[in-house]
């Protein structure tokens, strides 16, 4: 039988950080670098409210989450997009820029959906060499051509844990052409406490050609929900309002962030709580000679090059404990995986778990 034809796009789909909630609640998921401790005490208060208007569609705009952004952050509200998570605001971007055959460049190692929303819309993707799990200034120019359209990195970067300075944002945004987008995905930029970081929303506010994406998921805890959104040049604003779906934004995912955002004590003590875990995660490995990235963002890339067992096996160990971790091959990392720092229940049973590995190898 002859059926209608679809397009034939050659692309592997996003596979999430492995769950175990499903089947067995009694799983510890440190796979998706989610927030460690939930949320916001505000934001469960708006499950309480019996007055919600479910019967209403949500407002198209987001205007009550953009004027908090916009306050909290003090940024422009007319610059301000929000989506179904970052994610939507990726696929946006892509749409709106990308031309079959056109071209973007992204990091060897960088999140996959902006290669999968790239070669959905048929422009081709080219990878630039990263140096020790960092993002090369030098080798993204060096991929440059006249078809270059955008320049996508997350800073700090996921799955690596590593992070371009402000001299480099600026080194970077200044060689490139100008004519090219560069997007900087700040999804972990609360994390970074060190002193030559900036996120790319404080460094490129007023810029024309730098689009910036922020993310509800991580710190804020809000993964669920799918809640995110992009700040760039109004035009650009303008222009992505024309393309995107009218209710992307659902009214619980708007009034939690408005919640969430709000909330600046949540905010520091998750940001502490990290930076504490982190390290004491990372200095445990070390002993047995599993070294990892500097405490960035909310995860830690384990790199088992010089460890006595293999990525693999260790993965295996974790699991037959129940915890699960994220495996890299997809990113085509070797040797190495993503641990998402849990809270100090699942830190500490983790910690009991590695010792006790250890023991036995
Ligand atoms: C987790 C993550 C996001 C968040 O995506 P959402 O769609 O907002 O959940 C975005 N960028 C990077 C690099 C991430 O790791």
Redesign the pocket.
Known sequence: MSVPKFRNIKIKAYKPGKSGINKNKKYIKLS??ESSLGVSTNVKKIFKNKNLFLHRYPDSKSKDLRSAISKELKCDYNKIIC??????I?QLICQLYLNRNDEVILPEY??L?YRIYSKIIGAKVLFSKEVDFKISVKNILKKVTKKTKIVFI?NP???TGTYLNKKELISLRKKLNKKILLVI?D??HEYNLKKDFISGLKLFKRSKNVFI?R????LYGL?SL???WGYGDKKIINALYQIKPPFNVNMFAERCAVEAISDKGFVKKSVRYNTFWGNKIKNSFLKYNISSNEIVCNFLLLNFKKCKISSKLFMKKLFNNKIIVRNLEEYKIKNCLRLSIGNSIENKYLLKVVKKIFKNV
């Open positions: 998706a670098n989506g179904a998570g970052s994610d939507e990726i960088s999140f959906m997350a970067n996921n799955p995905d999804a972990y994406l993310t509800f998921s991580k993964a799918r809640i995110g």
